[in-house]
């Protein structure tokens, strides 16, 4: 079962999931299509995980559909279970078994047969770091080997779509990047992602995202979308020599494509920031303007990237006042 030309992978439409006279999850729609990797990032407790057991068919909607590669998961039968993968956030393989005993169990729970098993087990444990700890139980390896047994345990029968939950909750930085590194390999071998973060920093490795609170859905954009929410446009940062500065905001401010320029604050002599609704189109003009005037020696140009944290601050921010929820929602 595949997702068909022009299908979405995943389709949620008013999803509200209540526990008791708690809506865990409330009026959440979106499409995820084939290929993606779909970011869900959130505070914990948000509705991530909740989500996540919506669209495996673990949990019926109170109201409202679920469609996972075309059908209802709740009624998925054992082939289409075939091919999805779930990678849970905490360790539920056998800490008394070794690795490759896992990789056995869950190859053969999958159906995986005789003749495939090995070698498939041979690829994942090399994909993901394993094959040197494979005669160690999974009991003895580290936090973040069990997650990495955990993500070569859900592709062992080379699922088609991919769940993670909180893949890296509580591991360092550099094991943070290793995972994400595998994610963008298992994109390019056609697989489609769906991964849970609470680091807002990991946003930049998605396709799209969608930003949960308190069980709603507040947006879904790409990363640049993000960007441009929460800056209101493309931003780009000029420095010139100092005794420059006066006479470049003059030819700038004055160009056509620019529509605001600011002094930051705690930035080298020289610097500001230039507001444009296209970087990539605005640069080489802006560029050529300044070059009109010889005298002006500009030392520095880019596009202004904010870190994520401070994006999604900004963009927390402008929740918080009713007249900016229908523009951050648009």
């Not at 068919?57 to 409202?64: A, D, H, M, Q, R």
């Not at 679920?66 to 279970?81: E, I, M, Q, W, Y």
């Not at 520095?300 to 229908?326: A, C, H, W």
Request: with cysteine; aromatic share 6%.
């Amino acid at each position: 079962m595949q997702a068909h030309a022009g299908q979405s992978l995943i389709q949620l439409q008013q999803v509200t999931k209540r526990f008791g006279d708690r809506d865990v999850v409330r009026d959440v729609s979106w499409n995820i299509q084939p290929g993606e990797i779909f970011g869900i990032v959130g505070p914990s407790g948000c509705g991530k995980t909740t989500t996540v057991r919506l669209m495996t068919g673990v949990y019926i909607p109170t109201t409202g559909s679920v469609s996972v590669l075309g059908k209802n998961p709740a009624t998925f039968n054992a082939h289409d279970r075939e091919q999805l993968g779930y990678m849970p956030q905490l360790f539920v393989l056998y800490p008394n078994l070794n690795v490759v005993e896992n990789m056995r169990f869950a190859a053969s729970m999958y159906g995986v047969s005789l003749t495939k098993r090995r070698k498939r087990i041979d690829e994942l444990l090399d994909f993901v770091e394993l094959d040197q700890a494979r005669r160690t139980l999974a009991g003895n390896i580290s936090g973040g080997m069990q997650r990495r047994l955990q993500l070569a345990a859900a592709l062992v029968h080379e699922p088609e779509l991919l769940f993670v939950d909180e893949p890296t909750a509580g591991i360092d930085p550099v094991l943070r990047g290793r995972f994400w590194d595998q994610f963008k390999e298992l994109k390019a071998m056609g697989k489609s992602l769906v991964v849970t973060t609470q680091y807002v920093n990991e946003v930049a490795y998605c396709d799209r995202v969608a930003v949960m609170r308190d069980g709603q859905l507040l947006l879904v954009d790409t990363p640049d979308g993000l960007r441009r929410r929460a800056l209101g446009s493309d931003v780009l940062t000029i420095r010139v020599d100092a005794e420059d500065l006066r006479n470049a905001v003059r030819i700038l401010s004055r160009h056509q494509l620019v529509l605001g320029i600011e002094r930051p604050h705690n930035a080298p002599l020289g610097s500001m920031m230039v507001y444009v609704d296209d970087a990539s189109t605005a640069l080489p003009e802006l560029l050529a303007a300044l070059a009109t005037d010889p005298t002006i020696d500009t030392r520095q140009v880019g596009e202004y990237n904010p870190p994520f944290d401070d994006i999604f601050i900004t963009l927390m921010e402008r929740l918080e006042q009713p007249e900016s929820k229908e523009q951050i929602n648009a």
